[in-house]
């Protein structure tokens, strides 16, 4: 198997550029770095391009691995031949592979492997070269009688032949393929409630007594019935047509076959699928459903955190953050603009202790003090209260520019403030002064922030404890990595954590970089990077271009133009006679430069033309200007909502039946797809993403369940 060409024909790519993409892999090229960077040598194709390829890459290396795995074992049993030897080479996927190598795998004792150590498998050839009418069987089956071998009788040693010829039917893979391809394309998976939840209200209603089409079964539905069916709720169970299976599966096996012959092979058929195919196949099947319900999850989740992450940041402002409570109080904390702690303070605004007053001087003195631009409160308990609270202080407090606050979510920031990263940065602090810190910062820099969180913690996912956690994690850490990437990183200010995520730098090259810092100050230019230790010429190449020097010595460090690039800046800036510092912005002058000018040998036109974009707005931040939501302060609750109560409200989590929308009541309502256009939705994706503002209308409360119904029509 060429695997090169492989690639080329499944995603219609030209064979040179899948082979230098191929190269680029082997030589542990980092994907942002060779989208953004190596465009010629791929002919300019784009991240999700090259994870894709990469992932089948991956996947047909393990297969051609398995297949010469099976190949040496088939071959040592003496039972290798060229058309199998062929039919294994072709194959282009590990279930058809795994098929053909079924017949030939050790197997654990069976009904089948007994019967033959019983010396019954020559009953079976004798019962097979029997065609046209078919003899009396007992007959021949008398000569098998051996009670030294626990055969007593001609019935004994017929069933143990028929034992045998299941099995071997049961394994032959293209009647395998078939029986696969009916389950899938004509099952119907079919779901009962089990007798102790039967009176019960669950959120599985829908699944107490639920049908649908094997082929059809979307990823949320297929994922529900698996947990519900775990938490011991349902039964659910594949339903087919077995007599129409059966039927071809005698018609291609038996056919020639007559008489007393016919009705033995065609129950040991029956006995076959019934206890062999038929259970396989439908974990296999259901496995199979549950990798693709996987996959569109984990698909949904990556989305929903790429959006999550790039939400727009507040910016380099002052910030005072609180993490709101009850009975332990609020946690006030003060951030410069650089996210730096100042101080914290608690107050006790709620009951029980209800320090009011004692809490609005001490607000009132930390907003004369560091005259913040934005109060972000964490949107987990008393929350709103907290809100209220705050409001009112600020209509009190006579400021020339009064701070806005703002509802922001602390998802996963408990996490974060109990993790070793946290505890290290802040170790004098409590865990919930660390949580408000995480706040503010994720209102100025959610990216920045957020990196420091498991992304499975940060809850913009679909089921995602019940998917395949190793995958979860790779696709996560692809679009963190993604993400840290498309926007770059500020080198002198960054986390370690933030550092690891950029392409070539690993989590002790990040240390080693924050160590440097310390030691010998901020960096001034690129070239110093080659100083860290563990940080050689290969990461250097890989990571540069993502990194930028804010007040460095060289203007080009804080762009994403890459230092084995900068010579074409230099030609660009002598063929026009003017200094690269007023190159760079200059519209005018960059809008009417033909890049065929400056292409080399190892620089193209799609280098020079990224070139040119960005020497137009150099270090631009490419997310989107910073936006917030209003919500309604007179409601507070689930309680306080109304049918067709209008409301603003922040998308927290899109999933492929809809949104859930943060509407300021402790509890996220849905938008189902139905509802979020008078025209067709396709994908809810394709209407709303993470961290959107958007307006809705309640349809419905279900106070008991605690579900919110809204529409966006």
Known sequence: MNISNCLSKEFDVGINSVKNVITLFENSGAIPFIARYRK???????????????????YLMELTDRKATIIKTIDQQGKLTENLKEKIEKCMEKTSLEDLYLPYKPKRKTKATQAKERGLEPLLIWVLQQKGIGGPLSKEAEKYVDPEKEVHNAEDALKGAADIYAEMIAERAENRDYVRKVLFEKGVFVSKVRKDFQDKKTKYCMYYDYRVPVKTVSS????????????????FDIEVDNEEILHELCKREISIYQGETAKFLTEAIHDGYARLIKPTLTAEVRLEKKKEADIEAIQNFEENLRNLLLASPAGQVSVLAIDPGFKSGCKVTALNDRGDFIEFHAIYPHPPQKKEEEAKEILFRLLEKHSPTFIAIGNGTASRETERFVRKILKEFSAEHNPKALLVSESGASVYSASASAIKEFPDLDITVRGAISIGRRLMDPLAELVKIDPKSIGVGQYQHDVDQKLLKKKLSDAV??????????????SIELLAYVSGINSQIALNIRKRIMETGFFTNRIELLDVPRLGKKAFEQAAGFLRIKGGNNALDDSSVHPESYHIVQNISQHHNIPISELIGNSEILNGIDPELFVEEKTGTFTVKDILEELKKPGRDPRSSFTYAN??????????????MALEGVVTNVTNFGAFVDIGVHQDGLVHISQMSNKFVRAPMDIVKVGQNVKVKVLSVDLELKRISLTMK
Do not use: P, Q, W
């Open 40 to 58: 010629e040598a791929t002919g300019g194709l784009d991240e999700v391009v090259l994870r894709n390829i990469n992932d089948r890459y991956v």
């Open 220 to 235: 949320h539905n297929m994922l529900a019935l698996r947990r519900s069916e775990k938490e011991g709720v349902i039964l």
């Open 481 to 494: 990595e993604s993400c840290v990437n498309f926007v770059g990183v500020d080198l002198n200010s960054a």
């Open 631 to 644: 919500f309604n302060e007179e409601i507070n609750s689930i309680n306080e909502l109304k049918k067709d």
